[in-house]
């Protein structure tokens, strides 16, 4: 229960190194965990589901700034519209035209990354090389959204050179296509790692972790 303030002020100075950002991923966990890390000073928090982030928003103060990491069904869009900060799991032309929608409803310019798929598993969503191309191509007929870098999720493995090799190959694809997002934003973001493996992707270009269980205990469920 609650938030481990230890953990996470060690990690702030961890971060600060790599002059990287923290999104304290506080999915099945309560408003009350939230508040301790808000009032430690954390702001970002990403949610898996949509109810569930909908519902500690309503909670929450208005300055946290949402993040959405899990798989987004298009018509669950509309109800995060209006307030989300970013979301990180676009993975298909389709979810991005309609998030571009419920923005353009909601009179805002909604900030994305896009999901690319470099695990082994094949459970994980994400884009192939091919998909992330052709949504580049595409999206700038989109003027709700921004479109701000890249996310990934490196396969559970305790081979330590294939997570790495992962992350790269992460690293390779935002640089490729690094004057496109500057389009967006001056600087792009690159969120991968996890409370497993956050150190080795800092150390192959993220810029932004997302840390739930490092933080929060570990969930059940
Ligand atoms: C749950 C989750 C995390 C955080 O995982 P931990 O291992 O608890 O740090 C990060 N990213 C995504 C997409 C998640 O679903």
């Known amino acids: 229960m609650g938030a481990d303030l230890k953990a996470f002020a060690k990690l702030k100075t961890e971060l600060e190194h790599y002059g990287a950002n923290l999104v ?9 965990d939230i508040r301790m890390l808000y009032n430690a000073g954390q702001r ?8 569930e982030m909908v519902a500690k928003a309503a909670e929450l103060p208005k300055d946290v700034q949402w993040h959405f990491i899990g798989h987004l069904q298009s018509n669950k869009v509309k109800y995060i519209a209006e307030f ?7 993975d298909s032309f389709k979810l991005l035209k309609e998030i571009n929608k419920q923005a353009e409803k909601a009179d805002r310019k909604i ?8 695990a082994l598993e094949e459970t994980k969503f ?3 090389e091919r998909e992330l191309a052709e949504i580049i191509d595409h999206a700038p007929a989109l ?10 999720m490196a396969s559970f493995s305790k081979d330590e050179s294939q997570v790495a090799k992962e992350f790269e190959s992460l690293n390779v694809l935002l ?3 690094f004057s496109f997002f500057q389009k967006y934003i001056p600087e792009p ?16 270009g993220s810029n932004l972790v997302r840390i739930g269980s490092l933080l929060f205990g570990s969930r059940n469920g």
Request: hydrophobic share 45%; proline share 0%; with cysteine.
């Open 24 to 32: 304290a991923v506080s999915k099945t966990k309560t408003a009350e």
């Open 44 to 51: 970002a928090f990403g949610e898996n589901y949509v109810q």
């Open 84 to 90: 989300v900060h970013l979301i990180q799991s676009v």
């Open 111 to 118: 900030k994305c990354l896009l999901q690319v798929h470099i």
């Open 126 to 128: 994400g884009l192939d």
């Open 143 to 152: 003027q709700n959204v921004a479109i701000a870098g890249l996310m990934g």
């Open 175 to 177: 640089n490729k296509h």
């Open 189 to 204: 973001v690159l969120s991968m790692g996890m409370s497993g493996d956050y150190q080795l992707a800092l150390k192959h």
